[in-house]
Nanobody, 121 residues
Framework: QVRVVESGGGSVQAGDSLRLSCVASGRSISAYAMGWFRQVPGKEREGVSCTSSSDVSTYYIDSVKGRFTISRDNVKNTVYLQMNNLRPEDTAVYYC??????????????WGKGTLVAVSS
């Protein structure tokens, strides 16, 4: 069974940084794209970032470009989301997902339970 667990969230002030981690058990993540999503209560879950299995193709939602960086460590089966210069509008529950296949367009297959990021002004 595939298990996805996020960590690293917390309460910070605007301008601070956080690094989220996502550990996926089961098969090595080297064969799968990995994505980060976030959701605010009452709103749709949105994709934040994604990295293909080759780690040469990445995606970022416009609002986080230049501030967030996604990376992976295939040996540790871990994906990271480095978040710099956080803004109050970044406040959300952040979810990690393992895709069905190598590309970011293959869809999310397994989800973690989320980790809360709260940014105050």
């Amino acid at each position: 069974q595939v298990r996805v667990v996020e960590s690293g969230g917390g309460s910070v002030q605007a301008g601070d940084s956080l690094r989220l981690s996502c550990v996926a058990s089961g098969r090595s993540i080297s064969a799968y794209a990995m994505g980060w999503f976030r959701q605010v209560p009452g709103k749709e879950r949105e994709g934040v970032s994604c990295t293909s299995s080759s780690d040469v193709s990445t995606y970022y939602i416009d609002s986080v470009k230049g501030r967030f960086t996604i990376s992976r460590d295939n040996v540790k089966n871990t994906v990271y989301l480095q978040m710099n210069n956080l803004r109050p509008e970044d406040t959300a529950v952040y979810y990690c997902a393992r895709n069905y296949a190598r590309s970011c367009s293959s869809g999310s297959a397994y989800w973690g339970k989320g980790t809360l990021v709260a940014v105050s002004s």
